[in-house]
């Protein structure tokens, strides 16, 4: 079938997963090449690994709308999946840190991957609603992007409050004047 839905999120996850740990890695590697800044992590902080989930699913829509293009509600349905686990990272995150007072590089990883699947599985419920309760589609493929523009905005002009602090520098987003 063309379009196997339980395929296209787990190929979804998988994808999400495989780019966000490149992502995660890509600037360093680049040798922190200003152009791979906005869309990789920087640093340390919530905030920059919060592109790490948000990139390649929104990657993933841009290839997946091909083959959903008759689902009217496809960009609402991607917005609640996004921003699903948009906000689970940071709530899963402080909540752990909260009740242990440390981080671990661990959990930090199995919060990145149970966020990811979250906004996937979310997504997939809302595909099955028949019909789509969407009548805004357009402007959510707007909103997705508007978050993609806060994220090159907040790297180089990163807001002074904790969730842009880098933990182990103490430095928010990069400095493009060094």
Known sequence: MKRDLALWQFA????TALGGTLLHFLYNLTDQNILIAPFSAVNESTWEHL????????????????CFRDVEGFWCVKLTGT??????IPLLYYTYNGIFGKSSHWINIAIFLIAAAIGLIREAQQFKKDPLQC????????????IGVLFVLFTFAAPKIP?????LTGSY???VSQ
């Open 135 to 146: 009548k805004w589609s357009k402007l959510a493929f707007v909103l997705l992007c508007l």
């Open 12 to 15: 979804g996850f998988v994808f």
């Open 173 to 175: 987003g990069i400095d």
């Open 83 to 88: 921003v699903t686990g948009l906000v689970l």
């Open 163 to 167: 969730m842009f602090r880098d933990p």
């Open 51 to 66: 592109k790490l989930l948000y990139y390649p699913l929104f990657v993933f829509a841009l290839l997946q709308s091909r």
